[in-house]
């Protein structure tokens, strides 16, 4: 209980650190590939879909379980804090706030990680349907001529 004790904001902190550094990798990746990608150079509307939409179940995945991750390290927190009053530690009241405190600070980081994801993603997300979109128009004025 001492290690989990020691080291539980660490592990969370790293956890969702390395949440964040993939994501923000990831929506860098996808921007500066959405910015450059020349549609018109596929043929076929899956293969054009399969290459907009790479790591974007990353970023997805990220934002939705970040949340989880932070509640995880509030939860785990939130025990250390009764197991160490059960174990006679003392009932004062400062004692008790600074260790809930302490636990509600990983779902905080959480919601930190998370917000910024599911917003890269919708962004990204509208900006592959905006290619497809310009990729069938296009499809249909070369079918038309």
């Known amino acids: 209980m001492d290690f989990l004790k020691a080291y539980l904001d660490y592990a969370i902190i790293g956890v969702l650190g390395f949440m964040s550094f993939v994501m923000i990798a990831y929506v860098i990746e996808r921007y500066v590939y959405l910015a450059r990608v020349d549609t018109g150079a596929f043929e076929n509307a899956h293969d054009l ?9 990353v970023i997805a995945t990220i934002g939705a379980n970040a949340p989880y991750v932070g509640l995880l390290g509030t939860v785990l927190g939130i025990l250390i804090t009764f197991h160490d009053i059960g174990q006679g530690g003392s009932l004062e009241t400062g004692s008790i706030m600074l260790g809930l405190a302490l636990a509600l600070k990983a779902t905080a980081l959480g919601l930190v990680v998370a917000i910024p994801a599911i917003i890269f993603y919708n962004a990204l997300l509208r900006r592959v349907e905006v290619l497809t979109a310009r990729w069938k128009s296009q499809r249909l004025r070369d079918g038309a001529q």
């Open 49 to 57: 879909d399969i290459a907009l939409t790479r790591h974007l179940t």
